[in-house]
């Protein structure tokens, strides 16, 4: 499971396709406004939420299994319960990571994405770490533990 620094960054870094599962069209929504972040910071999205056709100008998919590209990461917005079956799905379609957002901690699912090589992140926000390990958060007096006087680059 992926829990430091180093890491986190290797993910943000080599992760540009990111799927997010359970993605809403509602603009108050935090998955709508994480992936607007990420969106607006170079990132591919690929909205999964059967509900929807498009979402940020992206073609939304009904499953993982329908998206007809690659795709780097699997971002979950939905209740622990529901993970394994998407943990399953990213392993399946050879995502690189499960990423699991704030609040939401399968165990099952994370079993299930290390067991088929995938990386796992657990209850961190995507929009967050990126803003905390490239340089956003420190601008608004957030201490983001990462001292450091030179600012790395941008993926």
Same mark, same amino acid.
């Given at each position: 499971?992926?829990?430091?620094?180093?890491?986190?960054?290797?993910?943000?870094?080599?992760?540009?396709?990111?799927?997010?599962?359970?993605?809403?069209?509602?603009?108050?929504?935090?998955?709508?406004?994480?992936?607007?972040?990420?969106?607006?910071? %170079?990132?591919?999205?690929?909205?999964?939420?059967?509900?929807?056709?498009?979402?940020?100008?992206?073609?939304?998919?009904?499953?993982?299994?329908?998206?007809?590209?690659?795709?780097?990461?699997?971002?979950?917005?939905?209740?622990?319960?529901?993970?394994?079956?998407?943990?399953?799905?990213?392993?399946?379609?050879?995502?690189?990571?499960?990423?699991?957002?704030? %609040?939401?901690?399968?165990?099952? %699912?994370?079993?299930?994405?290390?067991? %088929?090589?995938?990386?796992?992140?657990?209850?961190?926000?995507?929009?967050?770490?990126?803003?905390?390990?490239?340089?956003?958060?420190?601008?608004?007096?957030?201490?983001?533990?990462?001292?450091?006087?030179?600012?790395?680059?941008?993926?």
């Amino acid at each position: 499971m992926v829990d430091d620094i180093a890491g986190l960054r290797r993910v943000l870094d080599g992760c540009r396709t990111i799927a997010v599962v359970g993605l809403s069209a509602e603009w108050h929504r935090p998955s709508y406004f994480a992936a607007k972040y990420m969106q607006q910071q %170079g990132y591919r999205i690929v909205p999964v939420n059967p509900r929807y056709d498009a979402i940020l100008g992206e073609r939304c998919y009904a499953s993982l299994e329908e998206i007809p590209f690659a795709v780097d990461m699997v971002d979950v917005f939905r209740k622990a319960a529901d993970v394994p079956p998407v943990a399953r799905s990213a392993v399946a379609i050879g995502a690189r990571c499960l990423w699991q957002q704030l %609040g939401v901690h399968s165990a099952e %699912g994370v079993q299930i994405a290390t067991d %088929g090589g995938l990386d796992a992140v657990v209850d961190r926000c995507v929009k967050i770490e990126h803003a905390r390990l490239f340089g956003g958060l420190n601008w608004v007096g957030v201490n983001t533990r990462v001292i450091s006087a030179r600012r790395p680059a941008r993926p």
